[in-house]
DNA sequence: AACAATGATGGTTGCGCTACCATGGTCGGG
DNA sequence: CCCGACCATGGTAGCGCAACCATCATTGTT
């Protein structure tokens, strides 16, 4: 701090800006902006003139300076509560496949299931003016939410379905659940338990619970709390899981871990350890990973759409910015049992 | 476009500036920013009453404005080849730890292999007046290196060891594809083939061929050419690619995968088929993904430290933004043979 | 032929903030 | 008790660009 260095100057040395662009070319700076946003409004041989003049000097546009003139940035930030978990990393491919192709940037913020962290990146991110925003999630801090409320700005929520600050793109994470449920039933299995990591801030994961609960109070069966384990997810979590599981609650017939990486960590733990899947106990998971599939037994999963979520919340907001049509303001993507060897 | 809608005003109807908090607080408005950026500069009172004014006015500071005004932001673009590959989310993973804890907003550039897609996204990105920038890979069009050679910023290059334009935090792949040669003839392995994708656009993996290539050549071994396949990495190509390459050269005693995606699926596949592994074929992969070791048979890989190379990158990004020693330019961090089951 | 409609170009202004310099007040040493 | 050092605060200017409106040339219309 205080210490003046180099990259804290005022003026950076050496940098080229429209001005000399239009110096070079003999227009106003003004033609040479239409000339690089809407090269339609600039006659041909005009744009051909600065277009030489550009590449001569190796112009490169200053975006701050064009956000701050025109209050309208082509930044997306994208707020989700972990990189960890390959769902959201999807989900961002989505957004960003959509976002590049109309010339947005997408910039990352990551609340590590923290809702205080959400409120604080919400707010730094509103600074950059964004064009909207995608937030993962429909719960949030009182504070964040009245910040995406009045921030006049298209606000898409994603990952599950349910009643929107603006606009929604996502799941019921409760019908997921409650679908598992029933097909672990008609399949026979009577003692079902849940496997989940950190449920109290992963609260989809919770409501795939409840989703599961419900259908087993549907069908009159036996009702467990989840086991929790304090980790985040992943293979290693899920085969250690299987066995502590199995020690403490031997009865059990089948399994449903909150997530694909739990339950193929599962899976691979079974047969390592001679456990007969489904035979001694079924498994299964969430998301559709497509390492499920390849798996001996193949897990049987619950596949969402995570990349159309993406692509979907993506398109909605520009189309809002465009001020075209977005359609709905809520999309369920629903997902699809995808039953397999594993139960 | 042409459109005028709500988003595209001028000025943005509500919005609270610093104006507004210094009239509300009855001090100048350089008093406020310096409340806000150097708080230590203010008197405890001016202070107090400043913060009253801003949480009661909802104020949220227009970081666009303020990068214009001082040419120096809080962004760090960092550019990958991929999302994909698990690989490039640690790298991000580790970058986006330590800037996140600085207050830097990390901001994401996909090339998808693309050269050109390169330089388009490091011109783009420069024009937010980054404060560095992150890109993977020390291969770059020549405008792209231009660019980042005439952009007066700290540059890291990451993923591989070599000399850099600016900095550089990697490790070696062809070391890399060499150890692991070496330790497959050293197990007694002699007809060893290298299975990759799309090698011309991923010359990492590349390079580890060439260690193997080099390997054998230095055994005086059979050496042939890569098998590849034109889809991006993932364990149901591994998987089919182990089949096919069986088929097409049932001579040979052990397979290199270019990485672990490849190399589980090709282990999952081989448990599927009955193939057995190492004996009938040894399977090797790349990357160290937790997963490996969890397969029956476990994977032997090699294991890089790809969070560490984001956070190393990030830190001495940072550094150089401060004006502190930012320590060498170059730093190579090594990888480490892990010896399982599968060879 | 006169005029409106359209399109291309330029001048001026201001987005919200911070760098820079100036000012005035407080304090300690001589 | 005065002077210079130092700190807290304020005034001014400008970062680079695009919105807005004005101007001028061109075209089509009656």
Same mark, same amino acid.
């Given at each position: 701090m205080g210490q003046q260095n180099a990259l804290h100057r005022r003026v950076r040395p050496g940098a080229v800006t429209l001005k000399h662009v239009a110096e070079r070319a003999g227009v106003a700076p003004i033609t040479v902006s239409r000339a690089i946003n809407t090269p339609s409004s600039v006659s041909a041989s005009l744009r051909a003139q600065i277009e030489e003049a550009v590449a001569e000097l190796g112009y490169v546009p200053n975006r701050v300076a064009g956000m701050l003139a025109s209050a309208h940035s082509r930044i997306v930030p994208v707020i989700v509560p972990s990189l960890s978990n390959a769902v959201f990393i999807e989900v961002i491919q989505g957004v960003q496949t959509v976002l590049e192709a109309e010339g947005y940037q997408l910039l990352l913020g990551n609340t590590q299931y923290d809702l205080d962290r959400e409120t604080e990146l919400v707010s730094t991110l509103l600074g950059w003016s964004p064009a909207g925003i995608i937030v993962a999630g429909l719960r949030h801090a009182e504070r964040t939410e009245a910040l995406l409320r009045g921030c006049n700005r298209p606000v898409v929520e994603v990952m599950e379905a349910g009643r929107p600050i603006d606009m929604n793109v996502g799941l019921s994470h409760l019908k997921a659940g409650a679908m598992m449920g029933r097909h672990l039933i008609e399949r026979g299995y009577r003692r079902i338990g849940f496997v989940g990591g950190r449920l109290e801030a992963d609260y989809r994961a919770m409501q795939r619970y409840r989703g599961l609960d419900r259908a087993l109070a549907e069908a009159g069966l036996a009702r467990r709390p989840p086991f929790e384990h304090p *980790?985040?997810?992943s293979p290693e979590v899920g085969g250690r899981e299987l066995l502590a599981v199995l020690r403490q609650a031997?009865?059990? *017939?089948a399994l449903f871990f909150a997530n694909d990486d739990l339950a193929v960590g599962a899976l691979l733990c079974a047969a390592r350890e001679g456990i007969a899947v489904p035979k001694r106990v079924a498994i299964a998971g969430f998301n559709g990973f497509g390492i499920g599939a390849l798996t001996s037994p193949a897990l049987t999963t619950i596949v969402s759409p995570r990349r159309d979520i993406g692509e979907i919340a993506a398109r909605k907001l520009l189309a809002r910015v465009a001020g075209s049509p977005a359609g709905p303001?809520?999309?369920?993507?629903g997902c699809r049992l995808a039953v397999r060897e594993s139960t």
């Open positions: *980790d985040s997810s031997p009865e059990l *017939d303001a809520r999309v369920d993507v």
